[in-house]
C-alpha cells in the first residue's frame, strides 16, 4: 500500500526459450482449488479501483506473430457437464449514474 505514490506491482513472467530445436515459451497457469464434495475453487481478476477517478483497465492479448507463424488463440469457454447445465459466458459492462454504460465491441 502507498499513500503518496504508486501502489505495489506483481509481475508473473513465464521463461523464456531462444532453443531453435523446440523453442517454446513457458507457460503460466492459475487454477481454483479442486474439491470432491463441493463447488471448486472460482478464479477471479480484477482490475485496481480508484475512489476519486477510473478504475483500471484488464486487458487480454495475445502479442503479434513472428514473422513466419500467426498470433495465438484467445479461447473463452465453460466445461461441459453430463447430468446438469454446462456454464454460462457472459459479457457485459457496469451501469453509470449521470453518464452511458460501456460499449460491447467485436471486431473481425
Not at 502507498?2 to 507457460?27: K, N, R
Not at 477517478?53 to 466445461?79: C, F, K, L
Request: aromatic share 0%.
Amino acid at each position: 500500500d502507498g499513500d503518496t505514490g504508486v501502489g505495489g506491482q506483481v509481475l508473473l513472467s513465464a521463461g523464456l526459450s531462444s532453443s531453435t530445436m523446440y523453442g517454446l515459451g513457458g507457460d503460466i497457469v492459475l487454477t481454483g482449488g479442486t474439491s470432491e464434495m463441493s463447488t471448486g475453487g472460482s478464479l477471479l481478476l480484477t482490475s485496481g479501483r480508484s475512489t476519486a477517478t477510473d478504475s483500471g483497465r484488464i486487458e487480454v492479448q495475445t502479442p503479434n506473430a513472428g514473422v513466419a507463424g500467426v498470433s495465438g488463440d484467445i479461447v473463452v469457454g465453460t466445461g461441459s457437464s453430463t447430468e446438469g447445465s454446462s456454464g454460462t459466458v457472459d459479457v457485459l459492462t457496469g451501469s453509470a449514474i449521470g453518464g452511458s454504460g460501456g460499449s460491447i465491441e467485436l471486431v473481425v
